[in-house]
């Protein structure tokens, strides 16, 4: 099996759309969500996004376009 690694990937959401509580843990959510998509698009694949909180960065952004 050829395994390819993608490093320095960038996951941007609307995390009030989707999830609540702290930033780290809306992240951690929303990776583990794709994982579940993933496996089920590609079952041979095994595709997987790995997120380990002590080594990735969670920023946040309030977008004022929005009015809020």
């Known amino acids: 099996m050829k395994k390819i690694n993608v490093h320095k990937l960038m996951l941007q959401f609307d995390a009030d759309?989707?999830?609540s509580g702290?930033?780290?843990?809306?992240?951690?959510?929303?990776?583990d969500s794709i994982n579940e998509e993933l496996g089920?698009?590609?079952p041979d694949a095994c595709p997987q996004l790995f997120a380990v909180p002590?080594?990735?960065e969670v920023e946040v952004e309030d977008?004022?376009?929005d009015g809020e």
Not at 22 to 31: D, R, V, W
């Open 17 to 19: 759309a989707v999830t």
């Open 22 to 31: 702290s930033p780290m843990h809306q992240a951690l959510k929303i990776i």
């Open 40 to 42: 089920e698009q590609f």
């Open 54 to 56: 002590d080594e990735i």
């Open 63 to 65: 977008d004022e376009e």
